[in-house]
């Protein structure tokens, strides 16, 4: 499995946007990036995932480099809810199932 | 829609009994996934399925782990004999065609 290298914490004030950054230098042309986040004491939840293109849902917005050696998802208005842990994600593509997480980023957000 | 439902929600049990955790995914979808997370370790995935059968097991630890998925709506993960090194949370998720995993909110486990 292609490896993400991610910052093991981030802190960020509230109402302000966050940068969360990975980098994901061996990546394969069909591999898939995908966001998921944990809040405390829950499992970890879906955020957004894309290939080339740039994307946005309700959540986030996924800022992939042109190279795809990198990736950024952007919360464009933090809240204390958004405190947890994110992870950044390869996943193969169609018909590769497993998603192998990392360590993933500790965001703090001060109010 | 009740989402990826797990039980028990907390186990605790000592050294050597039989553990058994449930879950019953999201319904049309059609792979399962059961992952343990320790703060040494993180999430780690321990067995897949997809279709009720089991594609990928490599990252059960050992022969104490089994999984079964008997039907599109029931999963099954035992653990026996239970040891301390077992203490985790467990989870379940399923993930439909398309798109990305929706996870249960675990089982905590603890082996005393």
């Known amino acids: 499995d292609a490896k993400t290298t991610q910052p093991n914490s981030m802190e960020s004030n509230e109402e302000e946007p966050v940068h969360l950054p990975c980098n994901h230098s061996t990546i394969s042309g069909t591999d898939y990036i995908h966001w998921y986040r944990q809040l405390p004491s829950q499992g970890p939840e879906y955020v957004i995932h894309g290939l080339t293109s740039n994307v946005n849902n309700r959540m986030a917005s996924l800022a992939i480099a042109e190279d795809r050696k990198s990736s950024t998802l952007i919360l464009h208005r933090a809240t204390l809810r958004d405190a947890a842990v994110y992870y950044c994600?390869?996943?193969?593509?169609?018909?590769?199932?497993?998603?192998?997480f990392g360590q993933g980023t500790r965001l703090t957000i001060n109010p | 829609d009740a989402g990826v439902i797990q039980s028990p929600r907390h186990e605790v049990t000592e050294m050597g009994q039989e553990v058994t955790l449930r879950c019953k995914p999201i319904?049309?979808?059609?792979?399962l996934f059961w992952y343990r997370q320790t703060m040494m370790r993180g999430l780690e995935l321990l067995i897949y399925f997809n279709n009720n059968v089991p594609i990928d097991d490599s990252g059960m630890p050992e022969d104490r782990f089994s999984a079964k998925m008997p039907n599109a709506s029931f999963s099954t993960l035992k653990i026996q004999p239970s040891e301390p090194r077992d203490s985790a949370v467990y989870f379940c998720a399923s993930r439909p065609d398309r798109g990305g995993l929706f996870f249960g909110e675990g089982s905590r486990l603890t082996v005393l």
């Open positions: 319904s049309g979808h059609n792979s």
């Open positions: 994600i390869l996943r193969g593509g169609r018909g590769a199932q497993k998603l192998v």
